[in-house]
Nanobody, 128 residues
Framework: QVQLVESGGGLVQAGGSLRLSCAAS????????MGWFRQAPGKEREFVAG????????SYVDSVKGRFTISRDNAKNTVSLQMNSLKPEDTAVYYC?????????????????????WGQGTQVTVSS
């Protein structure tokens, strides 16, 4: 099993930046593709970004392309989401998720059901 703990959320003004981190337990972190999702009040959980096991392949939802960057450090069992040029519509609870993948270069289908493990989430609020 993998346990995930997010950190780094907070309140920021529009145009500002935040860096979210997700720490994973266990010795098999490198066997999991990782993703970030978000959920705003009254809305469904939305895919934000994904990264392959080896970090060489990434994907993003169109609304964050060019502003957000996902990365991972397999030696430290962490995955991060650098968020720049934040907008009020980025306000949501952000979740880290892990999916077991045999192929180290593939990313996961960007739907919540494709992921096996989830963190508790961290709140990001962007004021206008």
């Amino acid at each position: 099993q993998v346990q995930l703990v997010e950190s780094g959320g907070g309140l920021v003004q529009a145009g500002g930046s935040l860096r979210l981190s997700c720490a994973a337990s266990g010795r098999t972190f490198s066997r999991y593709a990782m993703g970030w999702f978000r959920q705003a009040p009254g809305k469904e959980r939305e895919f934000v970004a994904g990264i392959s096991r080896n970090g060489g392949t990434t994907s993003y939802v169109d609304s964050v392309k060019g502003r957000f960057t996902i990365s991972r450090d397999n030696a430290k069992n962490t995955v991060s989401l650098q968020m720049n040029s934040l907008k009020p519509e980025d306000t949501a609870v952000y979740y880290c998720a892990a999916a077991y993948m045999r192929d180290a270069t593939q990313i996961v289908t960007p739907t919540p059901n494709s992921y096996d493990y989830w963190g508790q989430g961290t709140q990001v609020t962007v004021s206008s």
